[in-house]
Nanobody, 116 residues
Framework: QVQLVESGGGLVQAGGSLRLSCAAS????????MGWYRQAPGKQRELVAT???????NYADSAKGRFTISRDNAKSTMYLQMNSLKPEDTAVYYC??????????WGQGTQVTVSS
């Protein structure tokens, strides 16, 4: 089973950028579909973006045009480049791995705070 560790969160002003990383513990990362999710206080966890093992991407409407998901299978790492950040992007961001029969995993989350 893969273990995931997010990093890169922090405090940024509106209009700024952050790059989140999600490092996987082993090379089965390469066969996993990956995703970023977020959860704001008092709200349900929601999808931000996904990327298949082949590199096909999908974005929530709120992320389209501002966020870019990518992966580096050689480094067993997934990224989320977030530009033009808004206060409503404030949330804990989680990475997810769906490795089929090898299991499903979540990271511990990284806080992103966007000030107005």
């Amino acid at each position: 089973q893969v273990q995931l560790v997010e990093s890169g969160g922090g405090l940024v002003q509106a209009g700024g950028s952050l790059r989140l990383s999600c490092a996987a513990s082993n090379s089965i990362f390469s066969i996993c579909a990956m995703g970023w999710y977020r959860q704001a206080p008092g709200k349900q966890r929601e999808l931000v973006a996904t990327i298949t093992r082949g590199g096909n991407t999908n974005y929530a409407d709120s992320a389209k045009g501002r966020f870019t998901i990518s992966r580096d299978n050689a480094k067993s790492t997934m990224y989320l480049q977030m530009n033009s950040l808004k206060p409503e992007d404030t949330a804990v961001y989680y990475c997810n791995a769906d490795c089929g029969g090898l299991g499903l995993a979540w990271g511990q989350g990284t806080q992103v705070t966007v000030s107005s």
